[in-house]
Structure formats: structure tokens, C-alpha cells
């Protein structure tokens, strides 16, 4: 069974400053990672992804994710916060080894960006 | 291209009525699923389908019933309306070939008294 663990529920972080959301994941196989964001009474969109490669996965808005093996971990990062950043954060994860075809969302957490 | 759109936005039920939720995708994709969206629970997969004619099961299906009679629409069914089922309902569609990416519609937030 796949599994997502975003720890923090809520995230605060001045504009200006750089940002992080953690999320964790559990897969028997290799990952497939991924970042959506949900905007107020909006769907969610697709924000970035880590299928294989380079550990560091760049997307959409400047946003970026730093894939961790060993930790099992999947952080989505921004150099440089803005206030129209303040959304909800959903991480992602798909088995790759499995026939598994759906995703497994982590519970969220809230961005908060204080101008 | 309106890509994935939801009706109704809104419901209010009383417990026992029934309705049905449409999900419509103009992106010819082969993959739609229907998730419900609670606080702090994240996503939960509901049903989903890997094409026109097929459904199966997701992580949450009871009390909920799906039908892909066209490979554009997704329809959600709740044939007797309980509390527990109040929820925000989002639709998604993905390409065959693209996994990693789901389009989600706007969601229908519906409230069952």
C-alpha cells in the first residue's frame, strides 16, 4: 500500500522568504511524486512532478521539490514567497511497480504568505 | 476547451433523496475519477474509470454508485443521501499515456441535512 504524510497542517512564512512543505511517502516500489495546489473554491492543478532523474524538479509558478530516497521525503520549496502564493498544498504518490493507477493524496497543509 | 467542468457547483439534500453528479471533459481523456474532499483527509478516490463502459472501485465507494456510458462523462451517483456523505466532490480526468498528470474540475460541494 502507498501512503502520503504532509505533517504540517498549517505553514506561515513572511513574503520575501523562502518557503517550505514537507511530505513524506511510503511506496513498495519505486515513486511517482507530484505537487498539486487548490486555490479557494478552485480545483486542484498539477504543480510539478518526480517521475526519475535529477532529485531536484523545478514546476510551475517557480515552485521546486527536492526528491530524498533515503529520507523518503518529497519537499516542495521557493526560493522567495509570495502573498499569492497562500493556498493548499496536496503531495502526491503513485507506485510505479504496481497496477495501481490512481494517486494517493497526502491530507494538505495551508500556505499561508503574510506581507 | 472548457477541459473538465462540474455540475451542479452546489447541493443541499435532505437524508434518503438521491442525485447524480455530472463530470464532463472535453480532453478526449481516457481516465476520469471522482474523489471527495474533506478537512484534514485530504483526496479520497471514490470510483474511477480507465475508459467508456468501465468502473471500479476506489477507496471509498460505499454509498456511492458511477456510469461511463460516454467517454466524456463521469456521472456520480448517490442513491440515498446520508450526513456522512457532505463533502466537496472533485472530478478528474488524465491521458492514457500521461499518469502523472490529473486535471481536476471546480468541484460540487454538497450538503446533506
Known amino acids: 500500500a502507498q501512503s502520503v504524510a504532509q505533517p504540517e497542517d498549517q505553514v506561515n512564512v513572511a513574503e520575501g522568504n523562502p518557503l517550505t512543505v514537507k511530505c513524506t511517502y511510503s511506496v513498495s516500489g519505486n515513486p511517482y511524486l507530484f505537487w498539486y495546489v487548490q486555490y479557494p473554491n478552485r480545483g486542484l492543478q498539477f504543480l510539478l512532478k518526480y517521475i526519475t532523474g535529477d532529485n531536484l524538479v523545478k514546476g510551475s509558478y517557480g515552485f521546486e521539490a527536492e526528491f530524498n530516497k533515503s529520507q523518503t521525503s518529497f519537499h516542495l520549496k521557493k526560493p522567495s514567497a509570495l502573498v499569492s502564493d497562500s493556498a493548499l498544498y496536496f503531495c502526491?504518490?503513485?507506485?510505479?511497480?504496481?497496477?495501481?493507477?490512481?494517486?494517493?493524496f497526502g491530507s494538505g497543509t495551508q500556505l499561508t504568505v503574510l506581507p | 476547451n472548457a477541459g473538465v467542468t462540474q455540475t451542479p457547483k452546489f447541493r443541499v439534500l435532505k437524508t434518503g433523496q438521491s442525485m447524480t453528479l455530472l463530470c464532463a471533459q472535453d480532453?478526449?481523456?481516457?481516465?476520469m475519477y471522482w474523489y471527495r474532499q474533506d478537512p484534514g483527509m485530504g483526496l479520497r478516490l471514490i470510483h474511477y474509470s480507465v475508459g467508456e463502459g468501465t468502473t471500479a472501485k476506489g477507496e471509498v465507494p460505499d454509498g456511492y454508485n458511477v456510469s461511463r456510458l460516454k467517454k466524456q462523462n463521469f456521472l456520480l451517483g448517490l442513491e440515498s443521501a446520508a450526513p456522512s456523505q457532505t463533502s466537496v466532490y472533485f472530478c478528474?480526468?488524465?491521458?492514457?499515456?500521461?499518469?502523472?498528470?490529473?486535471?481536476f474540475g471546480p468541484g460540487t460541494r454538497l450538503t446533506v441535512t
Open positions: 480532453m478526449n481523456h481516457e481516465y
Open positions: 502526491a504518490v503513485r507506485d510505479n511497480s504496481g497496477s495501481a493507477r490512481q494517486l494517493t
Open positions: 478528474a480526468s488524465r491521458h492514457l499515456d500521461r499518469a502523472y498528470e490529473q486535471y
